[in-house]
């Protein structure tokens, strides 16, 4: 799998719409995209504090914020480029989350709640395992704008929905 270049339109139309976020113009698009990393990466790096100290406490005080994601129209993180970013810069809304996003931030909040109990419960290599994991899974969409949980949610849950790639689905003659 190649991963996502900000400098090819296409790509980044592809990833985001995996995501939830269609119906976006090119420019607009271009303009929120480095945002749209924005709440994975503040959770990545949450999450990775919280599994290095192997803290309970630390991974679970992030899970209202990954269920706020999981229910509200954005990602409470979403609101530092909202409120203190965009303002400044006069660039476009982070676009309302579609069920893919938000079911990347349900699962997310699972996941998060599993490393947390794990830790408390005394079974580190577990949530180790567990933490790690969810931090790897969040670096995808920071770094490559590839989200895992919203490639689940489209490809199994939503199969029509999934953008086509050339050529899938043909048989060569």
Not at 62 to 69: K, N, Q, R, V, Y
Not at 117 to 125: E, K, P, Q, S, Y
Request: aromatic share 10%; proline share 9%.
């Amino acid at each position: 799998m190649r991963f996502a270049s900000c400098a090819d339109p296409a790509r980044r139309r592809r990833l985001a719409e995996m995501q939830g976020f269609t119906g976006l113009d090119d420019r607009t698009l271009a303009q929120v995209d480095p945002w749209l990393r924005l709440a994975p990466a503040i959770c990545m790096a949450w999450a990775g504090v919280g599994t290095a100290l192997g803290s309970a406490l630390v991974l679970a005080a992030l899970i209202p914020f990954a269920a706020g994601g999981a229910i509200g129209p954005r990602h409470p993180f979403d609101y530092v480029y909202e409120l203190g970013v965009r303002p400044r810069l006069g660039t476009p809304q982070i676009p309302r989350y579609g069920a893919p996003r938000r079911f990347a931030c349900a699962l997310a909040s699972v996941w998060l709640a599993a490393a947390a109990a794990a830790f408390h419960l005394g079974a580190a290599t577990l949530g180790t395992l567990l933490g790690a994991s969810l931090v790897l899974a969040a670096a995808f969409p920071t770094f490559a704008g590839f989200c895992i949980p919203s490639w689940i949610y489209t490809r199994l849950l939503h199969p029509q929905a999934a953008p086509a790639r050339r050529g899938e689905g043909t048989v060569a003659p």
